[in-house]
């Protein structure tokens, strides 16, 4: 359900906070427990409101615990960009509002 939820977010502009909207592109999650992943893509738009060529790309992992037959999985890791892995965000939407910043776009 989540899945088609965002699936039909799709080419619909999101704004988040008073000054910050994208276009979501895409989402997928893959794999299965320790391999899964939920990517998102998001296109920038300019201080005009023009869409631009530029996006970001989102991902978060799942959190996994021990090894072999132990590991155990469940939740998710924070999102990333994929861009500078080593900051963390607490959802997709502030790591999309904050890439696009970082490349002078909202």
Known sequence: MLKKTITALCLIFVS????DAYQLLS????GR???KNQTVVVKCTTDTGKVSTQTCTL???ANCIGSGNNKKCSG???WQDLRSPSKKYSDWRSAASACCRAKGLR
């Open 16 to 19: 988040v906070a008073s000054s």
């Open 27 to 30: 989402s997928k999650e893959l």
């Open 33 to 35: 427990d320790d391999a």
């Open 59 to 61: 991902r978060r992992y």
């Open 76 to 78: 998710w890791k924070p």
